[in-house]
């Protein structure tokens, strides 16, 4: 039998009196360190709906799900599943107000049932009423707006939106007739319908 070197009966006598490294968890509460990445949460007052933590999350665990006929008027529902996350904070990083997802501090979710630790958020939605293209939320078009201040007022969209929340009642609440004229400009029209009655309007005139 050799005899133990040095170093190791050194270390076996150390952790005879040091204290363990685990902690005594779940007897006792455990207090994460301060940059933990824990499960990541919305703040629904803070999150506007663009998507982009959809966009960027390399496992997939975002859901992003667009319902133009859901009752009440068309929504966006975000959904984080932790099965699938992998608590790397791309859709904290790349949170366009930087509060509206954030990597909190819970690392004990263990479940039976994953919608008893699903997270998330539904947003209104903005659709053109004349080809029925997703805009984009109401509360990102807004946050658009307050990032442009006065110049979000030449931005048709962005004005129709202003009008109505400020319950100013005009021609422009009517439908759109086909096809789409240059006149339907202040009403809710995506990019695409909005080129096209500049185009037909100038075929018009020439």
């Not at 363990?20 to 999150?47: A, I, L, Q, S």
């Not at 133009?68 to 699938?84: Q, V, Y």
């Not at 658009?144 to 004005?159: D, E, H, I, T, Y």
Request: hydrophobic share 30%; proline share 7%; with cysteine.
């Amino acid at each position: 039998m050799k005899k133990p070197k040095l170093r190791e009966l050194k270390e076996a006598i150390t952790s005879l009196f040091s204290k363990p490294f685990t902690t005594d968890f779940p007897y006792k509460p455990h207090t994460p360190p301060k940059r933990y990445r824990g499960k990541p949460e919305y703040n629904e007052k803070e999150c506007v709906g663009c998507g982009a933590c959809f966009q960027v999350c390399p496992a997939k665990a975002i859901e992003m799900n667009d319902e133009i006929n859901a009752d009440g008027g068309p929504t966006r529902t975000l959904i984080h599943h932790p099965a699938e996350c992998l608590f790397c904070g791309e859709c904290e990083r790349n949170c366009i107000t930087q509060e509206g997802i954030k990597l909190s501090t819970k690392f004990d979710i263990a479940y039976f049932d994953e919608k008893n630790v699903q997270n998330s958020v539904q947003h209104k939605l903005l659709v053109c009423k004349d080809c029925g293209e997703i805009i984009g939320t109401e509360k990102h078009l807004l946050w658009a707006f307050r990032r442009v201040k006065n110049l979000g007022f030449a931005q048709p969209v962005m004005l129709s939106r202003l009008m109505e929340e400020l319950e100013i009642k005009t021609g422009a609440e009517e439908k759109i007739a086909p096809p789409i004229q240059r006149t339907d400009m202040l009403k809710i029209v995506c990019p695409r319908c909005r080129r096209i009655a500049f185009i037909s309007d100038e075929k018009k005139e020439h």
